[in-house]
């Protein structure tokens, strides 16, 4: 079994950056395929990023390539999505997902098994 933690979400404005992380226990985490995902107010769950189990493959979604970027701390447990030139239209609740096999579809929600309880990111015009 896996638990994620995410956290390091906020209040930013438009342009901005900010990091949200996700903590894993219960297993190494490093076998792990991750996803990241985001859910707006009255919107369907949107793929965000994803990596490979190990770690050789990054995907990222059409509305975030180039200013999104997903990292790793194998050593902390811990994954990371750093977000660069933040818009408004990225407000939603982020979460982290985990798979412990690799992904046929990393942007599907389905492939993953473990799910965090999301973090809170707002972006203000």
């Known amino acids: 079994q896996v638990q994620l933690v995410e956290s390091g979400g906020g209040l930013v404005q438009a342009g901005g950056s900010l990091r949200v992380s996700c903590a894993a226990s219960?297993?190494?985490?490093?076998?792990?395929?991750m996803g990241w995902f985001r859910q707006a107010p009255g919107k369907e769950r949107e793929f965000v990023a994803a990596?490979?189990?190990?770690?050789?493959?990054?995907y990222y979604g059409d509305s975030v390539k180039g200013r999104f970027t997903m990292s790793g701390d194998n050593a902390k447990n811990t994954k990371y999505l750093q977000m660069n030139s933040l818009k408004p239209e990225d407000t939603a609740v982020y979460y982290c997902a985990a798979s412990p096999r690799n992904l046929p579809n990393p942007a599907a929600p389905d492939e993953y098994a473990y799910w965090g309880q999301g973090t809170q990111v707002t972006v203000s015009s």
């Open positions: 219960g297993r190494t985490f490093s076998r792990y395929a």
């Open positions: 990596i490979s189990w190990n770690g050789l493959n990054t």
